[in-house]
């Protein structure tokens, strides 16, 4: 049986793997086309299909992270809120913030 504190991690990975994908498929979509919009615009949609599927499913396995985060705390009492929230960071809020920060880096580097 996996443990409670494996499987957030779990989850957590691949949240994070999902966001990696995102941003590589991005990458390659804006490869695909050029600024002037000429290029290959089926290799465009492809690769843009791929970043929206992966948007998909990293929101998905968030949400599956947060109602497991919520359920797991009406089941343990935590000795402080600090210590609820310290076990919330790698589950619940980094991947959304390491999410927006490829994309800002993205942005900000093309």
């Known amino acids: 049986m996996i443990s409670l504190r494996r499987l957030k991690l779990l989850l957590s990975g691949a949240e994070l793997l999902c966001a990696a994908v995102s941003l590589a498929a991005a990458w390659q979509a804006e ?6 919009g000429l290029g290959d615009l089926e290799r465009f949609a492809f690769w843009n299909s791929i970043v929206g ?10 949400v599956a992270a947060l109602l497991l985060a919520l359920f797991t705390r009406q089941r343990q009492q935590y000795a402080s809120t600090g210590r609820y929230w310290l076990d919330l960071v790698p589950d619940v809020l980094c991947p959304p913030v390491l999410l927006g920060a490829g994309w800002l880096a993205f942005m900000l580097l093309q």
């Open 31 to 36: 490869a695909a086309m050029n600024k002037s």
């Open 53 to 62: 599927l992966t948007l998909m499913l990293f929101f998905l396995l968030w």
